[in-house]
């Protein structure tokens, strides 16, 4: 149990001394927030029932000896078992929509939210996307923010994670009122695209096709600090070099799309050794205004014209 020192009588004085002491630890951030500073925020604001975005207009405020206790209890927690803010809440945000989380998904951090705030625009008119594909969802959260953001479009939620598609169900339930999701998100169980025909699919491709899949090569993950390694292997390890799976999303994605339809995958750091695979292609790297890179685009000509060079590099698997 925490020492929960008398001395910290306001909300200012847990958050400052919550941050000293993971400055102190030395944690690693990443999982929603980048500074000891607004993860202490987070995780006071969570235990006194505050929202994040709030806690600034309490600072002032008096903690009783419980919630103190309560506090710096979970203070600890984040320092000595270096769990992630994320899973000691179970609730994150991204793109604007907060997020149920359990140690069976990725925490959602992915880029991708400034692309889906545009609708996919200046690549795709997002008034003529019909149908979205999420592939390796984990726990949905970028499917459901284009179904948020695409009022008109059908988004399918592919991940092989019974556990992670359960939260992905969490997910959409949550949102599914305020935003019409139980009838135009459909979540399936499917190895990559092995399981989107027996599920019914329907003979029309997809407009979109975005995936963040497991990108971590071998000697990446080992190197992982702790915090990662609360995280599924599964969302997280892709064999050596960290393209196994990306590999075949290449090879078999343009049997998915529509003729002018696009595909778009998070790469992070794998991004130099895919380049350096295949230097021959073409890949469109996006720029994001608010940060992020290993972002890549291609569309479904590109993909049917250098599909033999794909195939190739997953035979070499």
Not at 181 to 198: H, K, N, P, Q, Y
Not at 242 to 259: E, K, Q, S, T
Request: charged share 25%; glycine share 8%; with cysteine.
């Amino acid at each position: 149990m925490s020492t929960a020192p008398t001395e910290l009588i306001t909300i200012r004085d847990l958050i400052r001394w919550g941050a000293s002491r993971f400055n102190a630890a030395e944690l690693c951030f990443g999982h929603g927030t980048d500074n000891a500073f607004d993860e202490a925020a987070w995780l006071v604001a969570h235990t006194l029932h505050l929202a994040p975005h709030d806690i600034a207009d309490w600072h002032g405020c008096r903690v009783t000896s419980d919630e103190r206790i309560a506090v710096c209890s979970l203070l600890d927690r984040r320092i000595d078992e270096r769990i992630p803010s994320a899973y000691l809440t179970g609730r994150t945000w991204f793109a604007g929509l907060e997020m149920l989380v359990d140690r069976n998904v990725l925490i959602p951090r992915s880029p991708l939210a400034e692309l889906i705030h545009q609708g996919f625009a200046p690549w795709i008119d997002p008034e003529r996307i019909g149908r979205v594909l999420d592939l390796g969802c984990g726990s949905g959260c970028i499917g459901i923010a284009i179904a948020a953001q695409l009022p008109d479009a059908d988004v399918d939620l592919a991940d092989i994670s019974p556990a992670a598609l359960n939260v992905a169900k969490r997910n959409r339930a949550l949102h599914g009122a305020s935003h019409d999701l139980e009838d135009r998100v459909r979540i399936i169980e499917s190895d990559l695209f092995a399981g989107l025909t027996e599920a019914g699919t329907g003979t029309d491709g997809y407009d979109v096709i975005v995936s963040n899949p497991p990108y971590v090569g071998a000697a990446e993950l080992e190197a992982l600090p702790a915090e990662y390694r609360h995280e599924p292997t599964l969302a997280l390890a892709a064999g050596e070099t960290g393209l196994d799976l990306v590999l075949r999303i290449l090879r078999d994605a343009p049997d998915y799309l529509n003729d002018d339809g696009i595909l778009i995958v998070e790469v992070g750091s794998s991004a130099e050794t895919l380049h350096r695979l295949l230097p021959a292609v073409p890949f469109t790297w996006l720029e994001l205004a608010r940060g992020g890179d290993g972002i890549f685009l291609l569309d479904r000509a590109q993909l049917v014209e250098l599909h033999p060079l794909f195939s190739e590099a997953v035979a070499t698997l």
